[in-house]
């Protein structure tokens, strides 16, 4: 039985090439589109086997993938969203100060939703709160409010009863 048998761990060896750890996925236009933790993002063709690699400035990590039928948006570790084109041209649509998009979703061809998540930084050590969720129109290029729904909870209820 699978369940039952039990393997060895591996481990690298010094001549052993480790791939980054991936980061985002997404399946759009007909292309796999994968981000790894060394800031590449790659587009790959499951037909031909083919597949081209882009990079964003400074390398930074994305965390979150949407496509609008005619772009990428990738956002970042660094609270960013960025617009890539199939050309490789970039463009930064939202600079973040210190947040971390976890999630994209278009509504339709231009609203773009994104969730700015709270999360402990271990190049810092610090903790940094997000911005809840927000609303991008990409054609104007305007940040819509955040959403009272995304606020987060207060802090000082963290705490979980069990005894319900």
Known sequence: M???????????????????????????DGFLWTANDSGLLTR????????????????????????????????TEGGDIWQISDDGTQAQIIEGESGWISALAFRNDQDLWYADASHFNPKDLRYHGGRGVGLLDTEKGDEGAHHPFAEQPDRKSTRLNSSH
């Open 2 to 28: 699978l369940a039952s048998e039990s393997r060895p761990a591996h481990t690298l060896a010094a001549n052993d090439i480790a791939y980054p750890e991936s980061t985002a996925v997404l399946w759009a």
């Open 44 to 75: 790959w063709d499951d037909q031909t086997q083919d597949y081209k690699q882009y990079r964003l400035p400074n390398e930074l990590v994305i965390r979150a993938l949407a496509s609008d039928g005619q772009a990428i948006f990738a956002g």
